[in-house]
């Protein structure tokens, strides 16, 4: 009998390609590394300043909250009034008035302008209302009251900058509704705000007085750079 030749051991399979980072090579697997601890390391900062920021106040927050704020704001702003322990229970209204300059030289003073009544004319029925309508003009008064005393006088470089932008947003407005005429032009403006308190509903025995409060800022110049038909023009340059 002949002896049969030794069978020559199966051939292992073939490992299946490697994918993902573990398909890089060493360099660029320590690059994606790197790049996932500083997304992580980003990400716990900003959780972190969004909780500081909605935090009551604490320790943290008295040494550091102009770096807090400097973080949040604009674009991370929240706002928790709704779930407040003492929501708004108040309808705002912002108004306003202006000294206009007419196209035969005469100044006059115009009535009173209810900018939120006509925001809220342009939303209702409308199923698709723009965040300019629905809250332009409400965030413009928040910010401008949030940075200024009692007295209406700004505080600080914020308070500054926010009476710039209401004032640019209340003469756009102002100009939307021909306030000046056919050509004339405003010279000064007035805003104030009118709080009526919300109706409790039927079943509450609470009584609350339904009498308008006003709160009326000081006149502002309109400067030349600040006119109807000049901030109407910056207003679409920047839109563009």
């Not at 003073?109 to 209302?129: C, H, V």
């Not at 102002?174 to 005429?181: I, P, Q, S, T, V």
Request: aromatic fraction near 8%.
């Amino acid at each position: 009998m002949t002896e049969e030749a030794p069978a020559a051991p199966a051939e292992a399979p073939p490992s299946p390609p490697r994918t993902g980072v573990a398909a890089l090579s060493p360099r660029y697997q320590i690059g994606a590394a790197v790049a996932l601890a500083v997304v992580a390391v980003a990400v716990c900062v900003h959780i972190g300043m969004v909780f500081l920021h909605v935090a009551p106040s604490n320790t943290v927050t008295k040494a550091h909250g102009g770096a807090i704020d400097e973080w949040i704001y604009p674009e991370f702003e929240q706002n928790w009034k709704l779930f407040a322990p003492n929501p708004l229970q108040q309808n705002i209204a912002v108004e306003v008035r202006a000294e206009v300059r007419t196209a035969d030289g005469e100044t006059r003073t115009t009535g009173w302008y209810d900018l939120s009544a006509e925001d809220g004319r342009a939303i209702d029925g409308n199923p698709l209302p723009s965040h300019t309508q629905q809250n332009e003009l409400r965030r413009a008064f928040d910010f401008f009251t949030n940075t200024h005393n009692a007295d209406g006088r700004p505080v600080g470089v914020r308070g500054t900058l926010s009476e710039t932008y209401l004032r640019r947003i209340v003469l756009l407005r102002l100009d939307r509704d021909g306030a000046a005429g056919p050509g004339g032009d405003v010279r000064r403006i007035q805003v104030r705000s009118r709080s009526t308190a919300v109706p409790p509903p039927s079943w509450s025995r609470e009584r609350v007085s339904l009498k308008p409060v006003y709160r009326t800022m000081p006149w502002w110049d309109v400067p030349a750079a600040g006119t109807t038909t000049q901030a109407r023009a910056a207003a679409a340059g920047g839109a563009r």
